[in-house]
């Protein structure tokens, strides 16, 4: 899925910045509804104002091997309190 325009929400980053991997196992028949369910989620989470990096890989050789990589300009305190709090994030935790 491409990144649409994402942009730090101020001009200096601040110190404290993380990256979250989350790598999923999913069986053939359930790749597809998965990303049906993701699309709307990755859209939400590329509109936050401190969303530095969002990408969604494949396995070329496991398609069911699903890893998601965000970078964000907050700290990983901020992402527990603020950030899955979310509606978006509900339906994935």
């Known amino acids: 899925m491409p990144l649409p325009n994402v942009r ?3 001009t200096l980053l601040s110190l404290q910045s993380f ?5 999923i196992h999913l069986t053939p028949e359930n790749v597809d509804p998965f990303f049906k369910h993701m ?4 859209k939400a989470v590329c509109s936050e104002p401190d969303l530095l990096y969002f990408e969604i890989f494949r396995g070329p050789d496991s398609p ?17 309190k603020v950030q ?9 935790l």
Do not use: C, D, M
């Not at 990256?19 to 790598?23: I, K, N």
């Open 8 to 10: 730090p929400s101020s």
């Open 19 to 23: 990256s979250l991997q989350v790598t």
């Open 39 to 42: 699309n709307p989620v990755f």
């Open 64 to 80: 069911g091997t699903i890893s998601r990589v965000e970078n964000w300009n907050a700290g990983v305190e901020w992402l527990g």
């Open 84 to 92: 899955l709090q979310k509606g978006h994030y509900r339906p994935h």
